[in-house]
């Protein structure tokens, strides 16, 4: 099986910033795309940022230019990096990984169990 942990969420003032932090642990041979996503009570959840193995990144509208998602590969852990973070980035943050468990075999995607994000006005 397949543990995502996320840390790092908290209470920031409106323009301050976070760095979420998500470690993948288990029967891992390789991840493919690891991501964030974030859910609000009575929304559905949505994508926030994703990042693939091979290092190319994705963005929600809501996030360009203001959060950056890294990988660091041999740790199997993706980073979050939330800037000038404004009341409406209040949230639960998820981590998401595809992961594959042996050579060949198809992948599965995973959950974190999510790291609450609250923005202050």
């Known amino acids: 099986q397949v543990q995502l942990v996320e840390s790092g969420g908290g209470l920031v003032q409106a323009g301050g910033s976070l760095r979420l932090s998500c470690a993948a642990s288990?029967?891992?041979?390789?991840?493919?795309?690891m991501g964030w996503y974030r859910q609000t009570p009575g929304k559905q959840r949505e994508l926030v940022a994703t990042?693939?193995?091979?290092?190319?990144?994705n963005y929600a509208d809501s996030a360009k230019g203001r959060f950056t998602i890294s990988r660091e590969y041999a740790k199997n852990t993706v980073y979050l990096e939330m800037n000038s973070l404004k009341p409406e980035d209040t949230a639960l943050y998820y981590c998401?990984?595809?992961?594959?468990?042996?050579?060949?075999?198809?992948?599965?995607?995973?959950w974190g169990q999510g790291t609450l994000v609250t923005v202050s006005s």
């Open positions: 998401k990984a595809v992961v594959s468990l042996s050579y060949g075999s198809p992948s599965f995607q995973y």
């Open positions: 288990g029967s891992i041979f390789s991840i493919n795309v």
């Open positions: 990042i693939t193995g091979g290092g190319a990144s």
